[in-house]
């Protein structure tokens, strides 16, 4: 890593013999141009996308979401924490089995590689 302009962190890369310094936006930027790619392939042309988030993730981090999204040429439409997309995950395919006269409590744990997170909804 490389420090840049504005005290940002950035990362030396070699690309077809030339070096190149980059941004952590700009390498989320490449890997969301590359999954957008990849749903165009599949037929789904959409310009929008919600990007899920950890719950932990700074102010900061939020920026950094959103700005790569701008770089990718996506519209980030929410930035959504990881929790409560499991929540609306679950909500979405168990919609049949949910009533609204009887309370559900659930509880999702996310064994994540570098973090336990739990969830009750």
Do not use: W
């Amino acid at each position: 890593m490389v420090e840049i302009e504005n005290k940002k962190l950035g990362f030396e890369i070699v690309v077809r013999g030339e070096k190149m310094v980059l941004t952590p936006e700009q390498v989320m930027a490449a890997f969301l141009k590359r999954a957008k790619t990849y749903f165009e392939k599949a037929g789904m042309m959409a310009k929008e996308m919600v990007l899920s988030i950890p719950t932990y993730a700074s102010n900061a981090e939020r920026q950094a979401y959103l700005d790569a999204a701008e770089i990718a040429g996506i519209k980030c439409v929410r930035l959504l924490n990881e929790s409560t997309a499991i929540a609306y995950n679950y909500g979405f395919f168990r919609k049949a089995e949910l009533k609204k006269d009887e309370p559900r409590k659930v509880c999702f744990i996310d064994f994540g590689h570098s973090k336990l997170t739990v969830t009750y909804a």
